[in-house]
């Protein structure tokens, strides 16, 4: 089971990935129009995940593993809004720094990776139940 069991756990390991990744873009999502509740707070920051190329002995092959959670550095968007808790002294309110089509075009994606790595497991699953059955006959 050798390489069938390889390209097993390198696509298992895609597949918690990506799985972490969407996890990561949702919340981006959920978060985009949350305001601070006081004036000055800050409101959401987005979120931005990384990943780690790990070597592993046992396969003989890189293996990702997701790795520390980064905050986007870039700025607030603001809106004019006086009337809002959270605006400040000339009437403006901070918003999260997530841009809805940004978030939804890396779920896109993640999702065709996440695909892939499924692809890759159910190929192999195939290939290993053919091989058996040849060794069998």
Sequence with gaps: MGDFGS?????AGGLHAQSARMRVIAENLANADSAGKTPGEDPYRRRI???????N??????NVKVGRMQLDQS????????????????GFVKYPNVDSLIEL????????????????????????????????G
């Design 49 to 55: 995940p990384t990943f780690n190329a790990v070597f």
């Design 7 to 11: 390209s097993l756990q390198i696509a």
């Design 105 to 136: 075009a890396d779920m896109r994606e993640a999702q065709r990776t996440y695909e892939a790595n499924l692809n890759v497991i159910r190929s192999s699953r195939t290939m290993f139940g053919q091989t058996l059955d040849i060794l069998r």
């Design 75 to 90: 700025e607030f968007k603001t809106r004019f809004e006086p009337g809002h808790p959270a605006a400040d002294a000339q």
């Design 57 to 62: 002995r046992e396969l003989d092959a890189f």
